[in-house]
């Protein structure tokens, strides 16, 4: 960066920066001279047109009767003059005529007059102008159209075509589908009347049964009972299956620091008995 001001093509470079500064007091002075030039052809002309109008003025000799007759300046001669020209023309009013009528479409918009009925392009073609058709559409369309000889063309007959093949299996396929969902909705309807005629026999079968389901659960509630009051039979004494007395006064009962002294006594004295019986 500290070398970049000593390069050539540095814009800030001294010599650069007084190129730029010869090159648009150059472009300036050129500019004020095309200036001056242009004002300088102004002034001339200028002066010559008011030369002229001075000449034109001026009385001539044969102009001398009419110098002592005073008018108003009229600053409209010209056009009165053209319109006198033209009152006299007929073709020229009828030319301004049309150019007042379509002057006055533009820009009024008429109510009481639509648009044509059909544009042309919602025409037929044999109804259409000829700048309007298409020439290659139209040769198209209207080629041998008088050739009595025309006639459609016959499709191809195919002894193995595969297209046939296709369409033959395919409308196989559809008749095999038919006729299963024939066979299933058929099936289904005798299956729900044997139901519907099957159902009042299983109701009063369910009747019947209800008292000796009721009279198995009760057995096997008894079973339960019997077989926990001998399991307690095996593992306790009679004793120890009658419920003991707990005693609520604190006075009373014994002082040790173990909690649940008396479960955990019962639960050794069970391991024991366990153990003994093995």
Same mark, same amino acid.
């Given at each position: 960066?500290?070398?970049?001001?000593?390069?050539s093509w540095h814009v800030y470079n001294k010599d650069n920066i007084e190129r730029?500064?010869?090159? =648009?007091?150059?472009a300036e002075a050129e500019a004020k001279k095309k200036q001056d030039r242009v004002?300088?052809?102004?002034?001339?002309?200028?002066?010559? /047109?008011?030369?002229?109008?001075?000449?034109?003025?001026?009385?001539?000799?044969?102009?001398?009767? @009419?110098?002592?007759?005073?008018?108003?300046?009229?600053?409209?001669?010209?056009?009165?003059?053209?319109?006198?020209? %033209?009152? %006299?023309?007929?073709?020229?009013?009828? +030319?301004?005529?049309?150019?007042?009528?379509?002057?006055?479409?533009?820009?009024?918009?008429?109510?009481?007059? *639509?648009?044509?009925?059909?544009?042309?392009?919602?025409? #037929?073609?044999?109804?259409?102008?000829?700048?309007?058709?298409?020439?290659?559409?139209?040769?198209?369309?209207?080629?041998?159209?008088?050739?009595?000889?025309?006639?459609?063309?016959? #499709? /191809? +007959?195919?002894?193995?075509?595969?297209?046939?093949?296709?369409?033959?299996?395919?409308?196989?396929?559809? =008749?095999?589908?038919?006729?299963?969902? =024939?066979? !299933?909705?058929?099936?289904?309807? @005798? &299956?729900?009347?044997?139901?519907? *005629?099957?159902?009042?026999?299983?109701?009063?079968? &369910?009747?019947?049964?209800?008292?000796?389901?009721?009279?198995?659960?009760?057995? $096997?509630?008894?079973?339960?009972? %019997?077989?926990?009051?001998?399991?307690?039979?095996?593992y306790l004494h009679d004793n120890e299956a009658e419920e003991e007395k707990v =005693?609520? @006064?604190?006075?009373?009962? *014994?002082?040790?620091?173990?909690?649940?002294? @008396?479960?955990?006594? !019962?639960?050794?004295?069970?391991?024991?008995?366990?153990? $003994?019986?093995?």
């Open positions: 960066m500290n070398i970049l001001h000593h390069k730029v500064r010869k090159d =648009e007091a150059e004002i300088l052809a102004e002034s001339e002309a200028r002066l010559d /047109l008011l030369r002229k109008r001075a000449n034109a003025n001026l009385p001539t000799v044969d102009d001398k009767k @009419d110098t002592n007759r005073i008018e108003h300046v009229n600053l409209f001669q010209d056009l009165e003059d053209k319109q006198k020209s %033209n009152s %006299n023309n007929p073709e020229h009013e009828a +030319e301004q005529k049309a150019k007042d009528e379509k002057w006055e479409k533009q820009i009024t918009m008429y109510l009481n007059k *639509g648009t044509e009925k059909d544009p042309w392009y919602a025409k #037929p073609s044999n109804q259409r102008e000829e700048k309007y058709i298409d020439q290659h559409v139209f040769k198209r369309n209207n080629r041998n159209n008088d050739n009595p000889h025309k006639h459609k063309r016959k #499709p /191809l +007959e195919i002894s193995n075509d595969p297209l046939d093949y296709i369409t033959n299996t395919l409308k196989k396929r559809d =008749e095999k589908k038919h006729s299963k969902r =024939e066979h !299933k909705l058929s099936s289904a309807s @005798d &299956k729900k009347k044997k139901k519907h *005629g099957h159902s009042s026999n299983y109701s009063r079968s &369910k009747e019947s049964s209800s008292p000796s389901i009721e009279e198995l659960r009760a057995k $096997r509630l008894e079973r339960e009972r %019997n077989e926990q009051s001998r399991l307690k039979s095996l =005693e609520l @006064d604190d006075r009373k009962r *014994g002082y040790n620091s173990q909690f649940n002294r @008396d479960e955990t006594s !019962k639960a050794q004295d069970c391991r024991k008995k366990k153990l $003994r019986f093995q």
